[in-house]
């Protein structure tokens, strides 16, 4: 599954910003809004950290130093809208691994992630170039297998052949006869029922997922 990330950001709208654009690049995120719950979770080892220097009980300074206290080797990025230079300067002798002065667009951060995570563990992108991120769930197609956060899914060949299907398309309407072609195959001569019954029995495992009827017609698997 993607590469974890652990997002401490107190302004809820740039919270859920970073969250949108960084889930949306294949990483498993975890946000906090305040730097004591995020301190109770240093011991899970993420991949990195995103911190906001300003927070409204213990400062990024005291994170970081807890994280490193922790893990000299995990890797940090630093946000800040206070004074750029000292914050960059101090970030860096506690560790930090680059910096990022507010206001920033967010595509720039996810930029700055993607360089991190490849200098520091390879080329990771690629061998996740087949996984659909899906809110909290990961579709892997190599290993054929389906995680809700990091508990994988008992899901029956069929389920995951349509729900990849779903995964690869959604936001699109897909009809009966398109699914039963590209799910059950051109030689399948049963009832088009059968799509029927296995999104009922879809939803049930993957309840977090929106898989909408357009009656009439097909199903869509919704990203909102």
């Known amino acids: 599954m993607g590469k974890r990330i652990y997002l401490v950001e107190d302004e809820q709208s740039l919270n859920i910003l970073l969250d949108k654009y960084l889930t949306k690049e294949g990483y498993s995120v975890t946000t906090f809004s305040d730097g004591n719950s995020a301190r109770k979770k240093i011991k899970d080892m993420p991949d990195l950290w995103i911190l906001d220097i300003m927070l409204p009980d213990i400062d990024g300074y005291e994170l970081i130093k807890n994280i490193k206290q922790n893990d000299k080797n995990t890797p940090v990025i630093f946000m800040s809208a206070r004074n750029e230079e000292l914050d960059r300067v101090v970030g860096l002798e506690l560790g930090s691994d680059d910096y990022l002065s507010k206001p920033f667009l967010p595509r720039e951060l996810v930029i700055r992630t993607n360089k991190l995570m490849e200098r520091l563990y390879g080329d990771f992108k690629e061998k996740n170039a ?86 009439g017609f097909g199903y869509k698997l919704v990203i909102r």
């Open 130 to 215: 087949d996984d659909i991120k899906i809110g909290e769930y990961t579709i892997s197609k190599k290993q054929r297998l389906v995680l809700f956060k990091e508990e994988e899914l008992q899901l029956t060949n069929k389920e995951f052949e349509l729900l990849s299907y779903l995964g690869d398309n959604k936001n699109n309407v897909i009809s009966r006869e398109q699914i039963l072609i590209n799910v059950w195959g051109n030689d399948y001569f049963g009832s088009d029922r059968v799509v029927d019954d296995t999104i009922r029995r879809l939803r049930k495992k993957v309840s977090k997922i929106t898989i909408e009827t357009v009656y």
